[in-house]
């Protein structure tokens, strides 16, 4: 059974850094791409970045050139490195993954999500 597990979240000061971590459990077959996503109070959750499994990346206009998405494979973990954090970064960061095997011609995918961990950026 494939299990997610996010840590790193935490309280910043504008400005500051925080590194959030993705840890992977079970084996996850066929895997498309991981990534992260995030929900502010009383919205709807939204892509952050995200990672293919042959390691391209792509991210939200919103984060570019303060965020970094990165993998480590041989530790079964993601990573979300987060600089030059603002008060509008401020939500509940989820990690998931989604894979993806096509049977005779047709998609099937699965997805699988953490239960996220708190990020905080307030003075």
């Known amino acids: 059974q494939v299990r997610l597990e996010e840590s790193g979240g935490g309280l910043v000061q504008p400005g500051g850094s925080l590194a959030l971590s993705c840890k992977q459990s079970?084996?996850?077959?066929?895997?498309?791409?991981m990534g992260w996503y995030r929900q502010a109070p009383g919205k709807q959750r939204v892509l952050v970045a995200r990672?293919?499994?042959?390691?391209?990346?792509i991210y939200a206009d919103s984060v570019k050139g303060r965020f970094t998405i990165s993998r480590d494979t041989a530790k079964n973990t993601m990573y979300l490195q987060m600089n030059s954090l603002q008060p509008e970064d401020t939500a509940v960061h989820f990690c998931?993954?989604?894979?993806?095997?096509?049977?005779?011609?047709?998609?099937?995918?699965?997805?699988?999500w953490g239960q996220g961990t708190q990020v905080t950026v307030s003075s």
């Open positions: 079970g084996t996850l077959f066929s895997l498309n791409f």
């Open positions: 998931y993954a989604v894979t993806r095997v096509v049977v005779s011609g047709t998609p099937y995918e699965d997805e699988y």
């Open positions: 990672i293919t499994s042959g390691g391209t990346t």
